[in-house]
């Protein structure tokens, strides 16, 4: 049994940090739809936007930049060169009328189809 089991997750703190993540964004952002909060999670937990840390602390002695500091970076800033990083956010505006639009129609879907089981329950 110990074999078959081996290498398993045997704690949920993967998952439990996931729903933090979550909880946190859709109580920061309070009418925030869910499809999006779902992305901002997915992009917080895979740390795709988060940059190298710039910080020098005048109590140490002062190091030469570690040659791997850009590892540190998340994917937008290393993983895309500037045009590309440049058309993703032009065409997330572009994109932002139709989603919005589309998130609004889905939630008052959601809101009639909790309003039937109400009346049904």
């Known amino acids: ?35 999006n909060a779902a992305g901002v999670t997915q992009q917080m937990r895979m740390h795709d936007y988060d940059r190298a840390a710039g910080v020098v602390s005048d109590r140490r002695k002062r190091k030469a930049p570690a040659a791997d500091s850009e590892k540190e970076a998340g994917f937008f800033h290393r993983g ?24 609004r129609a889905d939630k008052a879907e959601h809101d009639a ?9």
Do not use: P, Q, W
Request: a positive charge; aromatic letters at 8%; zero cysteines.
């Open 1 to 35: 049994m110990h074999a078959k089991t081996a290498g398993a997750h045997t704690v949920n703190d993967y998952v439990e940090s996931i729903f933090g993540g979550f909880d946190h964004i859709t109580r920061t952002y309070r009418y925030i739809a869910v499809g």
């Open 80 to 103: 895309l060169n500037d045009n590309l990083r440049e058309s993703l956010v032009e065409m997330a505006r572009k994109e932002r009328v139709n989603a919005r639009a589309v998130d």
């Open 113 to 121: 189809h909790k309003l039937v089981r109400r009346e049904v329950s």
